[in-house]
């Protein structure tokens, strides 16, 4: 498990496949532990964490069906992958595809078209770990972070291995507003790293 095996395809969900890939680079035993194969009726199942407390959920059965480019319509890509690009193989591993169509199903009403409508990491990052995600956003007026962050802690988030993605938010007419998003999953119990905190710094919209 890596983060070089999600590859994003045709649809905006970007807020989930960064967050998977930020948990395949620091936490890959999570995504390990979500796929299921029911070995008797030989169907796979996928573990999110959903509701107040938090309690697992297992989405499925999941096929191995997915959405592909119409041949003859879709110059030069004709039957491959329209969404979750499966990489690596053979053969091509599907556990990023396999997590996208199963978050779909559980929390964007089990549409693809509803999941390419966005949403947020920290929200993902929480249905995925099951543990507490954390964001922060840059004010569109004065540019500041708040709840304030540092890029020192960013480097501390780094090294106690908690994964942590950035976005930016797109203006009501078009471009790119100054907002910029930094979700980060508070350590595993046991490991003796602290939640995340906040300090104070600028930041911009790339």
């Not at 979750?84 to 199903?105: D, H, N, Q």
């Not at 994964?163 to 998003?181: D, E, L, R, W, Y």
Request: with cysteine; proline share 10%.
């Amino acid at each position: 498990v890596s983060g070089n095996d999600v590859h994003q395809g045709g649809l905006g969900d970007c807020f989930l496949l960064s967050s998977l890939a930020a948990i395949a680079n620091k936490q890959p035993d999570v995504l390990r532990k979500m796929i299921k194969q029911n070995k008797e009726t030989k169907s796979t199942w996928v573990n999110f964490f959903d509701g107040t407390p938090l309690k697992p959920v297992f989405v499925g059965p999941v096929d191995n069906l997915f959405p592909v480019y119409k041949k003859g319509v879709t110059q030069g890509v004709g039957g491959q992958p329209a969404f979750t690009k499966p990489v690596g193989g053979p053969p091509p591993l599907l556990w990023p595809a396999i997590i996208e169509k199963a978050y779909a199903v559980k929390f964007k009403g089990n549409s693809y078209g509803v999941l390419n409508m966005g949403g947020y990491s920290d929200d993902a990052m929480t249905h995925i770990t099951g543990r507490p995600s954390h964001s922060y956003w840059a004010d569109p007026e004065d540019h500041l972070i708040k709840p304030a962050v540092e890029f020192k802690d960013l480097a501390n988030w780094d090294t106690n291995a908690q994964p942590i993605t950035v976005g930016t938010k797109n203006a009501p007419g078009g471009g790119c507003m100054a907002s910029v998003q930094w979700a980060s999953v508070d350590p595993p119990p046991g490991t003796g790293a602290a939640p995340a905190q906040g300090a104070t710094t600028d930041s911009v919209c790339t």
